[in-house]
């Protein structure tokens, strides 16, 4: 994953699960660890690879949806830079009782709503109970299967009971954004998505408030002066859709965007180019997403035979096409975990080094016959001619 930052302008960056909300110094100025020399005010223009498809936190399921509302929604724990888990509306960590399945959340008092309201535990409840609402209509996806009921003890306080212990709760669960009751509330789980305030969010919470949407080209916010944790130090925050790397990139060298939470996503050199371009800043790091290729092991199919599969990873040349697809940036996967979890194991992998013979000898023992021309060739366990095997070996 790689954030790119442009033309001399620094920023801090605080992680949150909805998104990326951004508390951002002035431009021309900059921000330091001690918090020196920070000035409010201006415009911090950044780019989306996409637009988003929805607005509502309770919808969103595609990247730049959820980095662009991240903007706009409390949450009620965040992770810091770190990863640790840290508390946001929360006023500090939860208690848990002494058999581990009560968790009880306090809020912060001064919080609120962009209309003025307070933010209260009942908003909490209506959060967590519209994502587990089984007609949802959302891409978003929302596990509260270890919960057996959330209750709003006063207006800041949570009680949220579990059906059994369950260990990860705070960092799987209370890592959540809220929502207002006053507007989410109130509208029937299966039309959240097509409602107009999925467009248009008209009561947020987080360091910014929505202004305007001009689709398939900008999201505008301007800063909430009364967000709880203090005010952003942009005034106006303007995510620009560039859906073209290498208009991307070139925003970004330019200077026309400040930052680019994605730009190794577009390929075409995007980040080789940057890492050349002055002025310029950019960070890699691990991420927990990977690509893979899946197949077909039924039976009848190519990859019914675990030879056949074996045959596949061998013939492969995967650190040189990994290379060539991140730009040299990219890590080569072996199995379904990534090295950045904690469960990544590298001595219990079973990794393939590219052998062209063994892979052909691998493939006449599934029952394949190699052609001169390196295509495979076998009869049709289904009858009816044979099946081929188009990747030249």
């Known amino acids: 994953m790689d954030q790119s930052i442009g033309k001399s302008r620094w920023l801090r960056v605080s992680t949150l699960v909805a998104g990326i909300a951004v508390f951002l110094s002035a431009c021309g100025g900059s921000s330091t660890a001690t918090g020196?020399?920070?000035k409010n005010g201006g415009t911090f223009v950044w780019a989306l690879?996409?637009?988003a498809q929805s607005l509502n936190p309770f919808v969103a399921g595609d990247v730049p949806s959820v980095r662009a509302i991240g903007f706009l929604f409390p949450n009620l724990y965040s992770a810091d830079k770190n990863l640790n888990v840290i508390p946001d509306l929360a006023d500090g960590m939860p208690s848990i009782s002494s058999d581990k399945k009560i968790w009880t959340v306090k809020l912060r008092k001064n919080a609120k709503w962009s209309d003025g309201t307070p933010i209260t535990a009942d908003d909490v409840v209506m959060t967590v109970n519209m994502q587990?609402?089984?007609?949802?209509?959302?891409?978003?996806?929302?596990?509260w299967g270890e919960l057996d009921k959330v209750e709003a003890v006063d207006a800041n306080t949570v009680k949220f009971t579990l059906k059994d212990v369950f260990a990860p709760f705070l960092a799987n669960n209370l890592l959540t954004f809220v929502a207002p009751a006053s507007v989410y509330g109130k509208i029937d789980p299966a039309k959240q998505r097509t409602d107009p305030v999925s467009l248009n969010p008209t009561v947020t919470g987080g360091p910014y408030k929505f202004d305007k949407r001009v689709a398939g080209s900008e999201i505008d916010m301007?800063?909430?002066?009364?967000?709880?944790a203090g005010r952003p130090h942009y005034d106006k925050v303007i995510a620009k859709i560039i859906t073209d790397a290498t208009a991307a990139t070139?925003?970004?060298i330019n200077g026309d965007v400040a930052w680019h939470p994605s730009l190794g996503e577009g390929g075409s050199g995007a980040v080789t180019k940057a890492k050349a371009a002055s002025g310029v800043q950019v960070h890699d790091y691990a991420d927990l997403g990977y690509i893979d290729m899946r197949l077909n092991t039924r039976k009848g199919h190519l990859f019914d035979n675990v030879l056949t599969r074996q045959a596949m990873a061998t013939a492969l040349d995967k650190p040189s096409i990994v290379q060539a697809a991140t730009e040299g940036r990219g890590a080569v996967l072996w199995g379904d975990i990534v090295p950045a979890s904690w469960a990544y194991d590298d001595s219990s992998l079973v990794k393939y080094t590219q052998d062209v013979a063994k892979a052909k000898s691998l493939m006449t023992q599934a029952g394949?016959?190699?052609g001169a021309d390196g295509v495979a060739t076998r009869p049709n366990?289904?009858?009816g001619g044979t099946q081929k095997f188009v990747a030249k070996i």
């Open 36 to 38: 020196d020399n920070i």
């Open 49 to 51: 690879d996409a637009d």
């Open 132 to 143: 587990n609402n089984q007609n949802l209509d959302t891409d978003a996806a929302f596990d």
């Open 222 to 228: 301007s800063a909430n002066t009364n967000f709880y």
């Open 250 to 252: 070139n925003a970004l």
């Open 368 to 370: 394949w016959t190699v």
């Open 381 to 383: 366990p289904s009858g």
